[in-house]
């Protein structure tokens, strides 16, 4: 029994009664009042007892004194109550026995009881049906929580207790938010119980990490149960294993961006392979076009001067075709390495030579800072100076005027280490892990661009570094400067 401070179910008047309850019409449901007299009988209850309103009660042929009943509870302080009734053998109906569920009710400022009637029989079938649907659910491995309209767990298959890690008797009239507390955000768990209050749907995501670390991804949905005189009898929380959907999405969403980057890549290599071809082309057969004029016309003043412009337009192509070789030969794996053990002061001095007059020109201030001690690692010698002369013909593209380059040598431990700084303008944190690869440079398109290069540069140093077993880091701030830092084992002695 439910105590009587419980709040009555309340209507307007017996039109809105139906209106609200016209789902009462598949069982027996009938309104009494105090004196038993019918004031309302649907179309089954009036089809099995053959009363109609105005009607008595007790006149059903039953085992029970059905007008003590009535009057007992309508003087006790309970809100509804439940007893069993069966009919007599006079009765012409299959079925015999029914358990009422009474509750009170104010109609039309009245106080009327409303019984409704479930018969044993049809209940046994139920409960029947439970029965092989609780089978199903739990050899299905179906994940499935039951709670009442308040949101306490009555029922949990057994795959629900394996992915709570807890059986049912651990579960039972827990708090069905309070379960869920760590297994999914402590924001969900405020909404979940919204849900409850609010007797809304409710649905996240939750992911797993097992033992192996694999993350499984599991969609929870709480739906509630609606039935006859309460809004909400029952909420049902199901658990659906989506992590081959999820994945699958991430799959396709990473194959995207791949796309994506590629079609970006095509762009970047056809933008700057016509800018870096188109202008040494053209400055090539302008300096001939004006190298034979002068032939032509004996003026021999400026023949060194345009030899040179040639030369550095000739010299600015091979070295682009010479980067597209290699990095297509790292690419592919299809080279071959002459390992020597060499003194990498004397590698880096040899290449630091041959920039001398380019930095003289650009007003770039060289600053070396070698160990003592000769510094010996295992490297192919023109791949190791392939590297450095990229990295110091950067720092000197993209310095400033009257900025400077400081190379360093050191050791630490088993490795050998090179230092290449710049007082540049630097690059911005998140390109630079872009700019190691082909083709890409942090200005983008080719015509646009400030400075000449194909974008092979650092991709060639640092594939090299690598298949030499180095390391190569970049530190960089935008605005002040970058350092390259490399880093080769020592060889064995």
């Given at each position: 029994m439910n105590s009587i401070d419980q709040k009555s179910k309340s209507f307007s008047s017996f039109n809105e009664f139906r209106a609200r309850g016209q789902y009462f019409n598949s069982k027996p449901l009938v309104i009494i009042n105090n004196f038993c007299i019918i004031k309302y009988g649907n179309t089954a209850f009036q089809t099995i007892f053959s009363l109609s309103d105005g009607e008595d009660l007790c006149n059903i042929e039953s085992d029970l004194q059905l007008s003590f009943l009535i009057e007992g509870f309508a003087k006790s302080k309970y809100n509804s109550f439940h007893f069993d009734l069966v009919l007599s053998e006079n009765v012409n109906f299959h079925d015999k026995a029914f358990k009422v569920d009474v509750e009170r009710a104010l109609i039309e400022n009245q106080e009327y009881f409303i019984l409704l009637f479930n018969s044993i029989e049809e209940?046994?079938?139920?409960?029947?049906?439970?029965?092989?649907?609780?089978?199903?659910?739990?050899?299905?491995?179906?994940?499935?929580?039951?709670?009442?309209?308040?949101?306490?767990?009555?029922?949990?298959?057994?795959?629900?207790?394996?992915?709570?890690?807890?059986?049912?008797?651990?579960?039972?009239?827990?708090?069905?938010?309070?379960?869920?507390?760590?297994?999914?955000?402590?924001?969900?768990?405020?909404?979940?119980?919204d849900s409850l209050r609010e007797k809304m749907d409710w649905q996240c995501l939750s992911s797993v990490q097992n033992s192996k670390g694999e993350i499984s991804y599991r969609k929870l949905k709480l739906s509630p149960v609606q039935k006859h005189f309460d809004d909400v009898s029952n909420y049902i929380l199901t658990f659906n294993d989506?992590?081959?959907?999820?994945?699958?999405?991430?799959?396709?969403?990473?194959?995207?961006?791949?796309?994506?980057?590629?079609?970006?890549?095509?762009?970047?290599?056809?933008?700057?392979?016509?800018?870096?071809?188109?202008t040494p082309s053209t400055a090539i057969i302008g300096f001939a076009n004006l190298l034979r004029d002068d032939i032509k016309s004996g003026d021999t003043s400026t023949i060194v001067e345009l030899v040179d412009f040639l030369d550095e337009g000739i010299h600015r192509m091979v070295r682009l075709f010479d980067n597209i070789i290699e990095v297509s030969l790292l690419?592919?794996?299809?080279?071959?390495?002459?390992?020597?053990?060499?003194?990498?002061?004397?590698?880096?001095?040899?290449?630091?030579?041959?920039?001398?007059?380019?930095?003289?020109?650009?007003?770039?201030?060289?600053?070396?800072?070698?160990?003592?001690?000769?510094?010996?690692?295992?490297?192919?010698?023109?791949?190791?100076?392939?590297?450095?002369?990229?990295?110091?013909?950067?720092?000197?593209?993209?310095?400033?005027?009257?900025?400077?380059?400081?190379?360093?040598?050191?050791?630490?431990?088993?490795?050998?280490?090179?230092?290449?700084?710049?007082?540049?303008?630097?690059?911005?944190?998140?390109?630079?892990?872009?700019?190691?690869?082909?083709?890409?440079?942090?200005?983008?398109?080719?015509?646009k661009r400030t400075f000449e290069g194909a974008g092979l540069g650092l991709t060639v140093a640092n594939k090299l570094t690598k298949a030499l077993k180095g390391e190569l880091n970049i530190l960089s701030r935008k605005g002040d400067g970058t350092s390259i830092v490399l880093k080769f084992p020592l060889a064995k002695t």
């Open positions: 209940q046994k079938k139920i409960e029947e049906r439970i029965y092989y649907l609780i089978n199903a659910i739990d050899y299905g491995q179906v994940a499935i929580v039951i709670t009442d309209k308040w949101g306490f767990i009555k029922y949990v298959s057994k795959s629900s207790e394996e992915i709570l890690n807890r059986n049912i008797e651990q579960l039972f009239n827990s708090f069905l938010p309070e379960v869920l507390n760590g297994f999914i955000s402590i924001k969900e768990v405020q909404l979940l119980e989506v992590t081959e959907h999820i994945n699958s999405e991430e799959k396709l969403r990473k194959a995207y961006e791949k796309e994506s980057q590629l079609n970006r890549l095509k762009s970047a290599f056809l933008a700057n392979m016509s800018h870096e071809i188109r690419e592919s794996g299809d080279f071959i390495l002459d390992i020597q053990t060499e003194d990498l002061n004397e590698l880096v001095k040899r290449s630091c030579s041959n920039f001398y007059a380019l930095a003289e020109i650009k007003r770039i201030n060289f600053t070396l800072s070698f160990s003592e001690a000769p510094v010996f690692v295992e490297v192919d010698k023109m791949k190791f100076n392939k590297i450095v002369d990229s990295l110091i013909d950067n720092a000197i593209k993209y310095n400033k005027t009257n900025g400077h380059v400081t190379i360093s040598t050191s050791v630490s431990q088993d490795f050998a280490n090179l230092i290449i700084s710049d007082t540049g303008r630097g690059i911005e944190k998140n390109k630079i892990e872009a700019i190691l690869q082909p083709f890409v440079q942090e200005e983008f398109e080719g015509h």
